[in-house]
């Protein structure tokens, strides 16, 4: 079992609907981080998370320590939010080691 | 402040041969990670160099290797090239926790 699952791996929606993506881990953390990877390969830091929830503009993202937790949260989708999204783990060493889930392929169509 | 830079950033070889890739951190930034990316195997990490020291290291073999200048830039050096080491190579640089990625080197080997 990996140490960080996603679900789902693919999700296809239509324009205006609200997304949620989940990122499960087994492992204690300091950090999660949410990253976008568009078609082309750039990898962009969305969130790093370590307690609570943080907004920024249309995406939300909210961590659950105890649970093991943590959801993206897309407003208002776009089809510009079409991208791979990626949940990723550091440690609790701390070491930048970042351990990664499978990614969201995720779809908003016109 | 100028973004993680990676060169080059595409390179075609063939099995056999080496291959050494160069990542200038954003300024200040003293720690740098590097990552693999297949499409089999996801995003893997590979090696993390902190103020010319290597902090950590990935499940990979001998034949990767890297590491950092006084300046913080860093390579990676891949010797006797397989089919199977064909990805995508990203860097990484942080201060604290959040990490910056560079664009990618993408290497294919023939």
């Known amino acids: 079992k990996n140490e960080v699952e996603q679900s789902p791996q693919n999700l296809t929606a239509q324009e205006g609907e609200f997304i949620t993506i989940n990122c499960s881990y087994s492992?204690?953390?300091?950090?999660l981080h949410w990253l976008q990877q568009h078609p082309g390969g750039g990898i962009v830091s969305l969130f790093m998370?370590?307690?609570g929830k943080k907004k920024h503009g249309r995406l939300i993202a909210t961590i659950n320590i105890q649970e093991k937790h943590s959801s993206l949260h897309i407003t208002a989708s776009h089809p510009r939010d079409s991208a791979v999204y990626i949940c990723?783990?550091?440690?609790?060493?701390?070491?930048?080691?970042?351990?990664f889930g499978q990614g969201t392929r995720l779809t908003i169509n016109p | 402040k100028a973004g993680v830079t990676q060169t080059p950033r595409y390179l075609i070889k063939t099995r056999g041969q080496q291959v050494t890739l160069s990542c200038s951190p954003i300024?200040?930034?003293?720690?740098v990670s590097w990552y693999q990316q297949t499409p089999g195997q996801g995003l893997q990490f590979l090696f993390e160099?902190?103020?010319?020291?290597?902090?950590n290291k990935g499940n990979f073999p001998g034949r990767f290797s890297g590491r950092q200048f006084s300046n913080s830039r860093s390579e990676m050096n891949v010797s006797t090239l397989e089919l199977g080491d064909s990805a995508l190579y990203l860097c990484?640089?942080?201060?604290?926790?959040?990490?910056?990625f560079g664009p990618g080197t993408r290497l294919t080997v023939l």
């Open positions: 990484a640089s942080s201060s604290g926790l959040e990490q910056f």
């Open positions: 492992v204690g953390i300091s950090a």
């Open positions: 998370l370590s307690s």
């Open positions: 990723a783990v550091i440690g609790i060493q701390g070491a930048q080691k970042l351990v």
């Open positions: 300024s200040g930034h003293r720690s």
């Open positions: 160099y902190f103020s010319e020291t290597q902090r």
